[in-house]
């Protein structure tokens, strides 16, 4: 079993579609929560980080940890073409910043 | 723009080979990392450097090495290279690298192509 776990996807949404990402993990040691965006043939950009459990809203993107679950969401509402991409969770521990990738969700919005 | 700067961006090459990659983080960052990406295992973490000594290391398979020079700037190599070898490599950069919230940022990557 992978530490990090995601659904490959491809996800295909229509435009204004609300999304739902998601992503779970099995180190009980993970504190901090990012989302990374990849689009093709480019390198992730982080997208949202979080701390521990909780929510967190930035623009039209909400990221939300359950660590009690170990259950890692984003969200994305008012979906864009420009939105997609590939979308890595990334747990990560206080020990250093050896990033543990999920291995992505393909989004795709069409037009 | 990342400000990560990563040479080559493609390199094909034939099995048994030796490859270099060269990487330039970003301006005042002193870690780097390495990642591989293929698309069966996803974004692997390789090795990571701090003001050029070695602080982590993760998936990084003996016939690959790693350093990181006093200007900072880093290079992966990659020896007697196989089929399976043939990837996406990237580079990041960070401040310091020594906490779990440290923001990554990435360079666009080198595609290595093993023939």
């Known amino acids: 079993q992978k530490e990090v776990e995601q659904d490959p996807g491809p996800l295909s949404v229509p435009e204004g579609a609300i999304v739902s990402l998601n992503c779970t993990y099995s180190?009980?040691?993970?504190?901090?929560f990012m989302w990374y965006r990849q689009y093709s043939r480019k390198g992730p950009e982080l997208l949202m980080y979080?701390?521990?459990?909780g929510n967190k809203e930035d623009g039209r993107f909400t990221a939300q940890v359950d660590k009690s679950s170990k259950y890692i969401s984003l969200f994305i509402r008012d979906s864009q073409p420009s939105d997609s991409a590939t979308y890595l969770c990334?747990?990560?521990?206080?020990?250093?910043?050896?990033?543990?990738f999920g291995g992505g969700t393909r989004l795709m919005v069409k037009p | 723009d990342s400000g990560v700067t990563q040479t080559p961006k493609h390199l094909i090459t034939a099995t048994g080979q030796r490859v270099t990659l060269r990487c330039s983080p970003r301006?005042?960052?002193?870690?780097v990392y390495w990642y591989q990406q293929s698309l069966d295992q996803g974004l692997q973490f390789l090795i990571q450097?701090?003001?050029?000594?070695?602080?982590a290391k993760g998936n990084i398979l003996e016939r690959f090495s790693a350093q990181q020079f006093p200007d900072l700037h880093s290079e992966l190599n990659l020896s007697s290279l196989e089929l399976g070898d043939s990837a996406l490599y990237f580079c990041?950069?960070?401040?310091?690298?020594?906490?779990?919230?440290?923001?990554?940022?990435f360079g666009s990557g080198t595609q290595l192509s093993v023939l």
């Open positions: 450097y701090y003001n050029g000594e070695e602080r």
């Open positions: 979080t701390y521990s459990s």
């Open positions: 180190n009980s040691a993970f504190q901090y």
């Open positions: 990041a950069s960070s401040g310091t690298g020594a906490g779990g919230n440290e923001k990554l940022f």
């Open positions: 990334a747990p990560s521990n206080n020990a250093g910043n050896m990033l543990t």
């Open positions: 301006s005042g960052d002193l870690s």
